[in-house]
């Protein structure tokens, strides 16, 4: 019940895995931090349940946000930008567990799949509009209505980014040392924020951080390059769940405050990591994810090596598996065949 909001456990200690088949083909340790595994089925649940919390705490009874949503291109169905639904999912899950309404306003265009894991918890899921942004504009409309409301957004915000702060600390109990590099897929910029957080609170402010995007859905990378905050005009990448149009505020301040290697790769390369995931550990992710996986399957890491950017002698490197819902085994074989893989 939301009265016994504050003790209330939401995410799960997720498991660490030092993996011998990556390790192998990358030439140093590699442990991947599996958060596919957390209840909602992706890191999210980190970020957003601790921001409901909080909003419970503070008298809130109804949780309401937006998410899912897809397009129809080429006789495929893609993830709209930041719309993928683990943020919804996640909203719900923590919702349920709080003891409050939850509320997850998605468009016309959002998987069956999604909306009904979302009812699964408890959540009750209004169809409004036929893409995401009329579906926030109810949100933001229903809020404005409802005084014991809050709306929840999928990234920014810092009690986002206290929750996923979360995963470093559990790094620091878990892994045999300090680690070398820790490698992360960027969408809006909320996991992002919670890795450096948790780095600077658990004393270790000097290990670098690799930000994967993929090529089309790169705003951080964009705004990196022109050291200010940059708006893409739209999203060209398969890896939908990573397009954000524009990153958080938060995200430059880390870049400048933090060593945070910026790189991208082309939606091929994060589709043949999420393949290569799967052949390695069975294990099923978006090509959001597939995005940090390609640091490692695609030679980044040594490509910065290399240049000198990371130190020659790795022996630690941690890889975030961010998990998600928003893809099927019959929509990675899709993409294999369109990416010729």
Request: contains cysteine; charged residues 20%.
């Amino acid at each position: 019940m939301s009265s016994n909001a504050e003790n209330v456990r939401l995410h799960i200690e997720t498991p660490l895995l030092e993996s011998f088949p990556i390790s192998k083909k990358a030439g140093f340790p590699v442990f991947i931090k599996c958060e596919n595994a957390q209840p909602s089925g992706s890191f999210k649940l980190r970020g957003i349940g601790n921001r409901c919390r909080k909003a419970v705490l503070g008298g809130c009874k109804h949780i309401i946000s937006s998410s899912g949503g897809r397009l129809f291109i080429s006789g495929v169905w893609y993830i709209l930008p930041n719309t993928g639904g683990n943020a919804g999912v996640a909203a719900a899950y923590a919702a349920h567990f709080l003891g409050v309404k939850a509320t997850i306003v998605i468009p016309e265009t959002t998987a069956k799949n999604i909306a009904d894991r979302m009812r699964s918890v408890g959540a009750e899921v209004i169809v409004h509009g036929k893409v995401w942004d009329e579906a926030n504009q109810m949100v933001l409309k229903m809020v404005e209505e409802d005084k014991d409301a809050i709306a929840i957004h999928p990234f920014d915000h810092p009690d986002v980014w206290a929750g996923h702060a979360s995963l470093i600390e559990e790094l620091k109990d878990e892994l045999p040392q300090e680690p070398d590099l820790i490698i992360t897929c960027v969408g809006g910029g909320g996991l992002l924020c919670g890795v450096v957080e948790g780095l600077n609170k658990v004393g270790w402010k000097d290990v670098p951080v690799l930000a994967m995007e993929t090529i089309g859905a790169d705003c951080l990378n964009k705004s990196v390059q022109a050291d200010e905050l940059v708006t893409l005009p739209g999203i060209t990448s398969v890896a939908k769940c990573l397009g954000a149009l524009t990153p958080a505020a938060r995200c430059m301040e880390c870049v400048k405050e933090h060593t945070i290697h910026s790189e991208v790769v082309p939606d091929r390369e994060a589709i043949r990591a999420c393949l290569s995931l799967l052949d390695d550990h069975c294990i099923l992710v978006e090509p959001a994810c597939g995005a940090a996986l390609a640091g490692l399957y695609s030679g980044i890491v040594h490509q910065l090596q290399e240049k000198k950017k990371l130190k020659a002698d790795l022996i630690c490197v941690v890889v975030i598996v961010c998990g998600g819902y928003s893809i099927s085994l019959e929509e990675i074989l899709k993409f294999k065949k369109d990416f010729d893989l």
